[in-house]
């Protein structure tokens, strides 16, 4: 099971829907946020964040008082883009699913730490499944019904677009069978439980159907935002963390220096380097570490040719791209895909 950290956060937007369904269901919530000690006025403020362990309790909370055994699912219903901060926005912007499914990695932070996205294809069908922190099965449950539900409502209002083809869930359905129908009607796909994972199961053919509402000069704004945020977001974090955000944002065709992260971080190169040396570590280090991860998430759920995948690792030149894969997998890029 995947675990979040005490300085896990989730955005207000995340949180702001369970309550607007909560107050759709007759529950005063005001009470429970005082309960799991949630300020009442933080949640006026869509940039701020509260804990994910705070969240998880006050779901749990609301559960026991809307009386709805759905009530993850039938919250999705008040998504909007704003529910998923910037990246709503980024999302609406994009070309294709494939490019919103390139990005939700990158910056998911920015909603929250409560799970993780991933993209599997295989067969000619890629599932983009959905990894819950949460640590009651109670509270998993309804997040991840509520996550799956939301990107259907979220895809079919503000994308006009209906990705999918099938709903998996990895828990049971629920035990009053007349509830299949708001699954039914919330997704209006086939839907199945007890599967390997929770996702949407999508065909690979559908990930690049051009998305009409799609704005590049807009999407190069928000994502400049949205780099900003997340280096806010993780100012308090160790530094080789925050040199592994900011590389992420940054890295294409051309890797930076050491200077120009400094420089971000607002310090000089020599603090930078004492810091990472500090926490065991160095800048190449770090920038290697990040390359073989996205390298292996390319090569694993795209399509992208050798020469794309080192352009996007900032390197100059493909070749230098094999032979640093290759020292640090023992393998070639090219044999690691065909596996």
């Not at 008082?65 to 998504?79: E, I, M």
């Not at 990930?207 to 999407?219: C, I």
Request: charge should be negative.
């Amino acid at each position: 099971m995947l675990e979040f950290n005490d300085d896990s956060l989730a955005s207000v937007p995340a949180i702001n829907q369970y309550l607007k369904s909560a107050q759709a269901c007759g529950v005063d919530y005001l009470p429970l946020l005082e309960q799991v000690g949630i300020d009442a006025q933080i949640l006026e403020d869509n940039s701020k964040h509260i804990s994910v362990a705070a969240m998880e309790n006050l779901l749990k909370l609301l559960i026991d008082a809307s009386g709805d055994p759905c009530f993850g699912l039938h919250s999705s219903r008040f998504t909007e883009p704003a529910s998923y901060s910037v990246l709503g926005y980024i999302c609406m912007n994009c070309s294709t699913l494939r490019m919103i499914q390139a990005k939700i990695p990158i910056f998911e932070k920015i909603v929250g730490d409560m799970g993780v996205t991933e993209v599997e294809i295989s067969g000619g069908f890629a599932l983009q499944s959905w990894h819950c922190k949460f640590k009651s099965p109670q509270a998993v449950r309804h997040e991840v019904e509520h996550v799956l539900g939301s990107w259907v409502t979220y895809a079919r209002n503000f994308l006009n677009f209906e990705p999918h083809d099938e709903v998996w869930f990895e828990h049971e359905p629920p035990e009053d069978t007349a509830l299949l129908a708001d699954y039914a009607e919330i997704f209006g796909s086939q839907v199945l439980f007890n599967k390997p994972a929770s996702g949407l199961r999508i065909r690979e053919s559908k990930l690049d159907v051009p998305l009409p509402q799609a704005n590049e000069k807009l999407l190069d704004m928000l994502l400049e935002h949205a780099t900003q945020l997340m280096a806010e977001m993780t100012q308090n974090h160790r530094v080789s963390d925050q040199v592994k955000n900011l590389l992420r944002l940054m890295l294409k065709q051309q890797a930076p220096s050491s200077a120009v992260i400094a420089e971000k971080l607002g310090m000089s190169s020599r603090t930078l380097q004492r810091k990472l040396g500090e926490e065991g570590t160095h800048y190449k280090d770090v920038l290697n570490e990040l390359r073989l991860e996205l390298a292996l998430y390319f090569l694993k759920n795209t399509e992208l040719n050798l020469e794309s995948i080192a352009y996007e690792l900032g390197y100059a030149e493909a070749r230098s791209f094999y032979r640093s894969f290759k020292q640090w997998t023992g393998r070639t890029a090219g044999s690691y895909r065909s596996q």
